[in-house]
């Protein structure tokens, strides 16, 4: 099955500067690569998501980039702020059987 | 519209004993899985279900059994709980929008097994 590896497992960064979690997976036939957001206590929600026929996606603050040739993805969070801080998680599948990366816990520092 | 609903949010075991996690989501979704989450081990998935009548196993499958018998209900067996499986328990339910997976996350169960 998929396995999906997350790095690092802790990440921390000053507000306003850029922070970058790198997930890997094992699967080549895996199309569909989402990120979570998970606050303390509270269910993971759907921040961003990328397809494998597309490289790159944007959404205000936060983007997510595909290498396909490498197997690896990354989300990129800019001008990070204080309640960004949570625990974020990488996932990837090729159907509906989603696998996680083991998370990463991101610290803003004000 | 609910969403997806798990109850109960936390439970006590001891050893040995057996329940029963509900899920149900009022959306219609075919896809119904459950995840454990540890710490600094991220969610692991446990058993999934394509449809009504279908399940499978995922990562962690030992000492869970599953069931479908609607396409609402997806509820989660532990037949003799071991201190092992002290997790927090979330189901989900998705849907292919055509382009992406709408994983939609029921709020938790906390289980501690003592």
């Known amino acids: 099955g998929e396995n999906v590896e997350q790095h690092p497992s802790t990440l921390s960064v000053q507000e306003g500067d850029s922070a970058v979690i790198k997930c890997t997976y094992s699967?080549?036939?895996?199309?569909?690569f989402p990120w979570y957001k998970q606050e303390l206590g509270k269910r993971p929600q759907l921040i961003i998501d990328?397809?494998?026929?597309?490289g790159e996606k944007k959404d205000q603050r936060i983007a997510v980039t595909l290498n396909k040739t490498a197997k690896h993805f990354s989300l990129h969070i800019t001008e990070t702020q204080p309640e960004d801080s949570a625990v974020y998680f990488c996932?990837?599948?090729?159907?509906?059987?989603?696998?996680f990366g083991a998370g990463t816990r991101l610290t803003v520092k004000p | 519209n609910a969403g997806v609903t798990q109850t109960p949010k936390f439970q006590v075991l001891k050893t040995g004993q057996s329940m029963t996690l509900q899920c149900a989501q009022d959306?219609?979704?075919?896809?119904m899985s459950w995840y454990r989450q540890d710490p600094g081990m991220g969610l692991r998935l446990i058993h999934y279900?394509?449809?009504?009548?279908?399940?499978d196993q995922g990562e962690v499958p030992n000492g869970y059994n599953v069931s479908r018998s609607t396409t609402e209900d997806f509820p989660l067996r532990l037949l003799s709980a071991a201190p092992s499986q002290t997790s927090v328990y979330f189901c989900?339910?998705?849907?292919?929008?055509?382009?992406?997976?709408?994983?939609?996350f029921g709020s938790g169960t906390r289980l501690t097994v003592v």
């Open positions: 989900a339910s998705s849907y292919w929008t055509g382009v992406s997976y709408g994983y939609t």
């Open positions: 699967d080549s036939a895996s199309n569909y």
């Open positions: 959306m219609n979704h075919e896809y």
């Open positions: 996932a990837a599948s090729r159907s509906n059987d989603m696998r």
């Open positions: 990328i397809r494998s026929n597309v």
């Open positions: 279900s394509v449809g009504a009548g279908i399940t």
